[in-house]
T-cell receptor, first 112, second 113 residues
């Protein structure tokens, strides 16, 4: 069975600082991995996805994530946080055949 | 626009009542997932249907039920509502392909008073 663990339910950074949101997964098959973002009072939207091409995946709004098989990790980073990045971020893994598993989410707070 | 439509957007009802939330998946997607999101529980997977059949069940209460119809739209029925059922209910749909993301609707905000 799949599982996704997001370390840290709340992360706070200063504007301009590095953003690092952690995601670890367990998988019995090669994983397909996703990061979603949820802004207040909105649905979840896709930020980026890993589908076994390049291990470093670039997404929207300057975010990127690196797939590390040896660490079973897919951490999300952004070099310089912006106030508009304040949102909740969800890591997810797909096992295929319509099976998606989501982490519990990390709320990112950006301080001026 | 994700292509997933949820209605209604907002719903206010009294304790003990029953409501039905509706979801139309993205065109061509056979699978529908329901999630509940509340402040204290976060995003909780409730149930999944694939082409009309229940595929997986998560933390869904016995008071809740769902179904997927032949036209692939899905309904989530919540009965004997309690104050704690107040939450945002999301529907998502996906195809069978592993490298395809799940697409989320905008959610139905349920308030039980």
């Amino acid at each position: 069975a799949q599982s996704v663990t997001q370390l840290g339910s709340h992360v706070s950074v200063s504007e301009g600082a590095l953003v690092l949101l952690r995601c670890n997964y367990s998988s019995s098959v090669p994983p397909y991995l996703f990061w979603y973002v949820q802004y207040p009072n909105q649905g979840l939207q896709l930020l980026l996805k890993y589908t076994s091409a390049a291990t470093l995946v670039k997404g929207i709004n300057g975010f990127e994530a690196e797939f590390k098989k040896s660490e079973t990790s897919f951490h999300l980073t952004k070099p310089s946080a912006h106030m508009s990045d304040a949102a909740e971020y969800f890591c997810a893994v797909s096992e295929g055949f319509n099976k998606f598993y989501f982490g519990s989410g990390t709320k990112l707070n950006v301080k001026p | 626009d994700s292509g997933v439509t949820q209605t209604p957007k907002h719903l206010i009802t009294a304790t003990g009542q029953r409501v039905t939330l509706r979801c139309s998946p993205r065109s061509g997607d056979l699978s529908v997932y329901w999630y509940q999101q509340s402040l204290d529980q976060g995003l909780q997977f409730l149930i999944q249907y694939y082409n009309g059949e229940e595929r997986a069940k998560g933390n869904i209460l016995e008071r809740f039920s769902a179904q997927q119809f032949p036209d692939l739209h899905s309904e989530l029925n919540l009965s004997s509502l309690e104050l704690g059922d107040s939450a945002l209910y999301f529907c998502a749909s996906s195809s069978h392909e592993r490298d395809t993301e799940a697409f989320f609707g905008q959610g139905t905000r349920l308030t039980v008073v």
